[in-house]
Nanobody, 123 residues
Framework: VQLQASGGGLVQAGGSLRLSCAVSGGTFDMYTLGWFRQSPGKEREFVAAIEWTGSSANYEDSVKGRFTISRDNAKKTLYLQMNSLKPEDTAVYLC?????????????????WGQGTQVTVSS
């Protein structure tokens, strides 16, 4: 299974970006998919996750109401719509997939990871 994240860039505070993650190989519609982010010197942080039907999603508290995770099983693509961006959202954003697990924010439960896309929010 391979994941390819894209859509990052430089944006001013208050702006928006839409990240995409194309998944190839495996059985896409069986996976729970997640977005994580990592800044220099910090641990990888959970952002959002969506289960295989797309009807249930979870978010980290600081992004609730600003970010929306979604998936298109026909296109085998995961999305993250990010609105009202803040400088503290600056990080490398990574997408991940897993088959089984309990807590969706547990990084160790994800089987496959993409390479990440840089998001920089200027003040």
């Amino acid at each position: 299974v391979q994941l390819q994240a894209s859509g990052g860039g430089l944006v001013q505070a208050g702006g928006s970006l839409r990240l995409s993650c194309a998944v190839s190989g495996g059985t896409f519609d069986m996976y729970t998919l997640g977005w994580f982010r990592q800044s220099p010197g910090k641990e990888r942080e959970f952002v959002a996750a969506i289960e295989w039907t797309g009807s249930s999603a979870n978010y980290e508290d600081s992004v609730k109401g600003r970010f929306t995770i979604s998936r298109d099983n026909a296109k085998k693509t995961l999305y993250l719509q990010m609105n009202s961006l803040k400088p503290e959202d600056t990080a490398v954003y990574l997408c991940a997939a897993r088959v089984l697990g309990t807590k969706v924010d547990d990084t160790t439960s994800y089987n496959w990871w993409g390479q990440g896309t840089q998001v920089t929010v200027s003040s």
